[in-house]
């Protein structure tokens, strides 16, 4: 062993690259994350190289593939076309690579960064459920599921010795499917420009309109028409307003269905990155449906904000874990429960008032970027030291 070269990575900043297939793209959540973390990497004196589509040093070529790139765009989210120049270009004089996606543009990053005597990391950020909601009969083939999982692993992960996975139910998942490498459990985080909006006033009755915001992908598995049909069950129907931000391919029809249900007229589509901290603290309520997800970051993001959330327990998804009382807890596609929550918070202005602070500051304590990148580092020169 090296005398002082592991401790001179240990110590110094590090030169990292970021392989994403689409990197500059702020309404997909992994190129979001992506961007934050690059960001603050910078910010706490490493050197970051963003590799793939809209990147702006190393920008990689859209790569068509039939139907499926169809699908993707869909989800805002683009193959990228994998280039041995490109790659050896970006990875001279890097620490350490570290791929998002299993998909062709990751595989062969990491393969050129191994011949290159590069150390190579990845993060498990595509749960096999969500992409399986999106492929419509497929997803009822038996063993679908576990098939991707073998897959993934095959095409990537059994190469990497350190997968950054965002929640324990991620690494629980891997483990069942037989992954063999270090699990690091760390949150994607949050930005710090969701800080608290004024806390509600605990005296004052309801506002009206109420404003129930909601945000991820309008795609299936986040399960939005639950969301819809439970304000029209709400016996405050008539006063509430109801927010989506999101797109996906689910967009017509779920303003179709919110067009036909609700009393008050739904704001339903893409609302700019940027703009969502002003939307969120707009809000008065926040709800996730979701029956499959890695992480939601959109839920952190809300409680960062200082708004309540209402989340749908699902066993295939990460997001339960943020509630902090039964209050903000219902059963995963059930409505008319969904409902009667709502209708509790709006009946109690004063918990509203309370709990939105207790998740503004949880929050702070527990999902800040900063303390991610931390922990992401840690990994990182780990593997640099391996």
């Not at 970006?90 to 998909?103: E, K, R, S, T």
């Not at 605990?202 to 992908?217: I, K, L, N, Q, T």
């Not at 874990?321 to 969904?338: M, N």
Request: net charge neutral.
């Amino acid at each position: 062993m090296r005398e002082n070269g592991i401790e001179e990575s240990i110590d110094r900043p590090l030169t990292i690259a970021l392989v994403v297939d689409t990197v500059g793209n702020q309404g997909n959540g992994t190129s979001n994350s992506a961007l934050q973390w690059a960001a603050e990497l910078e910010r706490q004196g490493h050197h970051v190289r963003l590799v793939g589509i809209g990147a702006p040093e190393y920008p990689a070529r859209v790569n068509k593939v039939p139907l499926v790139s169809w699908v993707a765009a869909k989800q805002l989210m683009q193959f990228a076309e994998p280039s041995d120049t490109l790659f050896r270009t970006a990875f001279q004089g890097v620490d350490v690579v570290h791929i998002y996606m299993p998909f062709k543009f990751g595989r062969r990053a990491a393969k050129v960064a191994h011949q290159m005597g590069i150390p190579v990391t990845a993060g498990f950020h595509l749960q096999p459920e969500n992409v399986l909601y999106s492929a419509g009969p497929l997803r009822r083939i038996p063993g679908i599921s576990s098939f991707l999982y073998w897959l993934f692993k095959h095409w990537l992960y059994k190469h990497i010795d350190h997968i950054h996975v965002p929640t324990e139910m991620t690494a629980s998942l891997l483990r069942a499917h037989g992954y063999k490498a270090k699990l690091h459990v760390i949150s994607n985080g949050y930005s710090p420009v969701y800080s608290p909006k004024k806390p509600a006033d605990p005296d004052a009755s309801a506002p009206v309109p109420f404003r129930v915001v909601a945000s991820g992908r309008l795609a299936s598995e986040k399960d939005q028409i639950t969301l819809i049909k439970a304000v029209s069950m709400s016996r405050h129907a008539g006063d509430i307003q109801l927010v989506i931000a999101g797109t996906g391919p689910l967009e017509q029809y779920l303003k179709f269905r919110a067009g036909r249900l609700l009393a008050r007229k739904a704001d339903i589509g893409f609302h700019k990155h940027a703009d969502m901290p002003d939307l969120l603290r707009s809000g008065d309520l926040f709800v996730h449906c979701s029956i499959a997800d890695i992480e939601s970051v959109s839920v952190i993001e809300a409680m960062a904000c200082g708004l309540v959330p209402v989340i749908a327990a699902s066993e295939l998804s990460a997001a339960g874990q943020f509630a902090l009382i039964d209050e903000s807890l219902f059963p995963v596609r059930d409505a008319a429960l969904l409902a009667r929550r709502i209708d509790w918070w709006i009946a109690h202005q004063a918990e509203r008032a309370e709990w939105g602070e207790k998740y503004a500051e949880y929050t702070k304590v527990h999902y800040s970027v900063e303390a991610s990148v931390h922990k992401f580092v840690d990994m990182e020169r780990k593997a640099i030291g391996e």
